[in-house]
């Protein structure tokens, strides 16, 4: 079978210009992270008025708009950076387009980079893996696990069943537990008067849990106001699963997840180490995943991490990759050093800046443009 022919490369010059043809491909490609919703918030509070370098994808032969690559230059020194628009706090870049031309899409990111201008080094982070290797030029830098539970026609009580019995077992004796301390509640925040406080107990039991761990978590530290902003909006669209698991009216676990077009994806949570005897974190995910799938939903995503308790509860794994370019002798040392940032301790990735961090959790420490 003949290669599709090589897509058309377009400029544009903002976010907002191809409107309702963004949206149909967000859609259509399966990602919440790359809705214009998403990706205008975050523009508002990390662009700092950056130059945009946003591209559409077109098919030569009728014209179809196929995809949108949004791009950006993050730093200009010492070394001239281009990025996806959305990294850090976003679990999947790339570009927005439907699922089948995902392929297609990012093996034209290196046509669109030609078209660029000047650059000496280009970062594709959380890009989705799909087994052909990077795209032409690219140095791969890591690949990640993401977790997903896909339900089919199943329901939550089939998606239990067919877990491990030490893990069923493991949730009846945590119900158990947990039900001998106090009336247990489950709730998922629908009341626009009370989202700010409820992002508040999340933010509390986040930093609760991750305050025992060295150098703690990044996820929200400096990104509060964007997550508010995120939240009022997926809030007005139906699209946020803001879930909390209460002990006696108390919030005990927190998940911060998004909803859609069939799929539920947990983002972030938190909980009260006073409670891990009763594995309230495990409770709250079961809770959430039995939701998801007799509420119709296709899948459940745990999103990037590798983390144990995940594989537990999925049932397949797939894959995201981080690739970079670079040009010349400052793009090659630029590549090198930011190819071993994810080996540094939490305490050390504080200090990484934002143009450049990947792999870290994402570093708030914005410099000017």
């Not at 896909?150 to 893990?167: I, V």
Request: charged fraction near 25%.
């Amino acid at each position: 079978m003949p290669a599709p022919p090589v897509l058309v490369v377009e400029p544009v010059d903002g976010i907002d210009d191809l409107s309702e043809a963004w949206d149909e491909l967000a859609a259509a490609g399966d990602n919440v992270f790359a809705t214009r919703t998403w990706l205008t918030a975050w523009w508002h509070h990390f662009g700092r008025d950056r130059p945009l370098q946003i591209h559409a994808l077109r098919d030569p032969v009728d014209g179809r708009l196929v995809a949108i690559v949004p791009l950006y230059r993050s730093a200009r020194v010492p070394v001239r950076t281009i990025r996806f628009l959305g990294h850090g706090p976003t679990d999947q870049l790339g570009p927005v387009c439907a699922v089948a031309d995902r392929a297609r899409a990012l093996a034209a990111i290196p046509a669109v980079l030609t078209r660029a201008g000047s650059w000496d080094l280009a970062i594709a982070d959380e890009l989705p893996d799909l087994g052909a290797g990077p795209p032409g030029g690219a140095t791969v830098m890591a690949r990640t696990p993401a977790q997903v539970v896909a339900f089919g026609d199943a329901g939550g009580d089939a998606w239990l069943a067919a877990r491990s019995a030490n893990l069923r077992d493991q949730l009846r004796r945590s119900h158990r537990k947990l039900a001998g301390l106090g009336r247990v509640s489950f709730r998922t925040t629908d009341d626009p008067a009370q989202l700010d406080r409820d992002l508040d107990r999340l933010f509390d039991l986040h930093d609760r849990h991750w305050s025992r761990r060295p150098g703690g978590s990044r996820a929200y530290l400096g990104r509060e106001a964007f997550h508010r902003d995120v939240a009022r909006s997926f809030l007005d669209l139906g699209w946020l699963r803001l879930r909390f698991l209460e002990l006696d009216g108390l919030p005990v676990a927190a998940l911060h997840s998004f909803w859609f077009d069939g799929v539920e994806s947990h983002y972030q949570a938190g909980r009260d180490p006073a409670f891990d005897a009763c594995s309230v974190g495990l409770l709250v995910h079961e809770h959430a995943i039995r939701a998801s799938a007799d509420a119709g939903d296709r899948e459940y995503r745990f999103l990037r991490g590798d983390e144990p308790y995940k594989a537990r509860l999925a049932s397949r794994t797939d894959h995201q990759v981080a690739v970079a370019w670079s040009r010349g002798a400052a793009g090659g040392v630029g590549r090198a050093a930011v190819a071993q940032l994810p080996r540094l301790s939490r305490q050390q990735a504080r200090w990484v800046p934002a143009p450049w961090a990947w792999g870290t959790g994402g570093s708030p420490r914005w410099g000017p443009p």
